[in-house]
T-cell receptor
Framework: SAVISQKPSRDICQRGTSLTIQCQVD?????MFWYRQQPGQSLTLIAT???????TYESGFVIDKFPISRPNLTFSTLTVSNMSPEDSSIYLC????WGQGRGYGYTFGSGTRLTVV | AQSVAQPEDQVNVAEGNPLTVKCTYS??????LFWYVQYPNRGLQFLLK??????LVKGSYGFEAEFNKSQTSFHLKKPSALVSDSALYFC????????????FGKGNQVVVIP
């Protein structure tokens, strides 16, 4: 299965600043996903990123707050903009290595633990 | 839209005893079901999946899960728990048609007591 490198692994940021999280995959994948895991909670899908098109955001998430880039089939970034303490979460990227788009063994990165102070 | 219920917040089990983590799901059409494990300060690791075929699926680290369509359940099991199995376990479901989003349960903290 695909191997994902995600960085940074953790960061402490000042409110009002922005952080860009990178996700690098060792193989070409069609679909990449960004999730948020708030403290003590489950994973919530932020958006789906396909190469060559705008990301598709889930309800409650907007591009101005979470801009996403997908410049090629192995790389994506998620930016958390104008951060507030409520943005403190673990952010994970995920890929669908079989390109089935049906959850065939989604693979996850190790996550970015973000603390906003 | 699909959803998952993991009714217990925490599962405590003695080392060497059988471990069961419960999961029920709701989805339109046929479900694709997954279990993931999350160790402290780590990402999610894939354990096993049910897509089609045999209802009993075997995965990593000696875990298995049984798909029960009539009860809409996909409970995770391990015959003999290890202290190293202590972690957070997530059940997830995707649909075979329509919305293909992967919906996660809230997670179960498993504590294996030496």
């Amino acid at each position: 299965s695909a191997v994902i490198s995600q960085k940074p692994s953790r960061d402490i940021c000042q409110r009002g600043t922005s952080l860009t999280i990178q996700c690098q995959v060792d193989s070409q994948v069609t679909m990449m996903f960004w999730y948020r895991q708030q403290p003590g909670q489950s994973l919530t899908l932020i958006a789906t990123a396909n190469q060559g098109s705008e990301a598709t955001y889930e309800s409650g998430f907007v591009i101005d707050k979470f801009p996403i880039s997908r410049p090629n089939l192995t790389f994506s970034t998620l930016t958390v903009s104008n951060m507030s303490p409520e943005d403190s979460s673990i952010y994970l990227c995920s890929v669908d290595p079989w390109g089935q788009g049906r959850g065939y063994g989604y693979t996850f990165g190790s996550g970015t633990r973000l603390t906003v102070v | 839209a699909q959803s998952v219920a993991q009714p217990e917040d925490q599962v405590n089990v003695a080392e060497g005893n059988p471990l069961t983590v419960k999961c029920t799901y709701s989805v339109s059409g046929n479900p694709y079901l997954f279990w993931y494990v999350q160790y402290p300060n780590r990402g999610l690791q894939f354990l096993l999946k049910y897509i089609t075929g045999d209802n009993l699926v075997k995965g990593s680290y000696g875990f298995e899960a049984e798909f029960n369509k009539s009860q809409t359940s996909f409970h995770l099991k391990k015959p003999s728990a290890l202290v190293s199995d202590s972690a957070l376990y997530f059940c997830a479901v995707s649909a075979s048609e329509g919305n293909n989003r992967l919906a996660f349960g809230k997670g179960n903290q498993v504590v294996v007591i030496p």
